[in-house]
């Protein structure tokens, strides 16, 4: 006896009645979903794309010194020395207010620099045409803001902020270059002691495209004009180590968040401008263990900085020269620990050094004072 059977019949009749409307009403539902998206994806495309905004660059905080005095200002005492050179770079963080230096010699490095300007022009300074924006950024920031906000006791704005006065040297110069990069590049030179390389960045690598360089240690500076930084640092010894690394981290480098780093050689005369004669490089013909006049050798040491230019993107590499007498650094008691270092130029992971920096020459003279 089947009781289901019958019932289940009798329901078919309500059952179809009741799901026909349910079904219009999801096929409704649907296409009405589907006319919304159609509507919405058209409105989206009709409108112009709102363009991305780049966050604006935070101002740089350069701290004041209100009250410096130059002539008062002694030079930094720097002594890098390592028992073992190896190749690295070595960095470490720095600040805006850093980027430039005064303090005692100013004046003579200054008077010496105009000089060397005027005596060498283009193999001290120089810039291609794809340098030109970076170079004239470099020169409004550095005379309307670091120097004037950096150094107040000596650089003064006029009251239209269209030219800055040196009042130790009594020069005013236009905060606007004209045209002319070259004299600008002339202007930043006898204004600052610091000396510069401006690079872009290209398919090829990190580019030199303005220079200005009164102090160099043993190179031609108009001969990286235009060069990578691969082939500036072509002569250095196992460069190869660390090239890679540098490429990257100047792509890295942030506005306001600059680096400094040291370099140090030893040379065996009293002159700051020198193209030649520093280094040891491909056939040059040099002399070993020559004897040296002591009072004449120096330890040479670069301050040098890394940052970057908010406007072009350009990397400034900066430097400021410093020479100390070898014969202070032993008086200092330090004469075995700067012995150990050029000694150390050998037996790290560039052993070249130790002829490119012309070691090879005062090295045996220099060490034996050292430990005397």
Not at 68 to 92: C, E, G, S, V
Not at 135 to 154: A, D, G, M, N, S
Not at 234 to 245: H, M, Q, R
Not at 255 to 278: E, M
């Amino acid at each position: 006896m089947n009781l289901i059977s019958p019932l289940e019949g009798s329901l078919h009749p309500f059952a179809n009645l009741i799901f026909l409307p349910a079904a219009v009403v999801v096929s409704v539902w649907i296409v009405t979903t589907i006319a919304k998206q159609w509507m919405r994806s058209r409105r989206q495309y009709s409108q112009p794309a709102k363009a991305e905004v780049a966050p604006p660059e935070k101002a740089l905080v350069i701290e004041p010194l209100h009250d410096f005095d130059w002539k008062n200002a002694p030079r930094r005492q720097l002594r890098p020395f390592k028992p073992t050179y190896h190749i690295t770079m070595a960095i470490r963080a720095d600040t805006p207010s850093e980027l430039i230096t005064i303090d005692e010699d100013y004046l003579e490095r200054i008077t010496h620099r105009r000089s060397i300007i005027a005596t060498h022009g283009s193999t001290v300074h120089g810039c291609t045409p794809e340098g030109d924006a970076a170079v004239r950024e470099l020169y409004t920031f550095l005379l309307t803001e670091q120097l004037p906000k950096r150094f107040p006791t000596i650089f003064q704005l006029s009251k239209d902020n269209s030219s800055c006065k040196n009042l130790v040297t009594g020069m005013t110069f236009p905060t606007i270059p004209d045209g002319n990069m070259d004299a600008a590049l002339r202007v930043l030179g006898e204004t600052v002691e610091e000396d510069f390389f401006l690079l872009q960045q290209t398919p090829e690598g990190h580019r030199s495209v303005a220079f200005m360089c009164c102090f160099p240690a043993g190179f031609d500076p108009s001969s990286k004009l235009g060069k990578t930084l691969v082939e500036i640092h072509a002569p250095v010894p196992s460069y190869e180590k660390i090239g890679t690394s540098m490429e990257r981290f100047f792509s890295r480098v942030e506005v306001g968040k600059s680096v400094k780093r040291t370099n140090w050689s030893v040379q065996t005369h009293t002159d700051l401008f020198n193209c030649k004669g520093n280094h040891i490089t491909g056939d040059d013909v040099y002399k070993e263990d020559e004897k040296v006049d002591i009072e004449k050798t120096f330890l040479r040491i670069e301050l040098q900085t890394v940052t970057r230019l908010p406007k072009t993107r350009a990397v400034l590499f900066s430097f400021k020269t410093y020479l100390y007498p070898v014969r202070q650094v032993k008086e200092e008691g330090l004469g075995p620990a700067f012995a150990e270092a050029i000694e150390g130029l050998s037996k790290g992971n560039a052993p070249g050094m130790w002829t490119y920096k012309s070691a090879v020459r005062w090295g045996s003279s220099v060490i034996d004072y050292l430990r005397s």
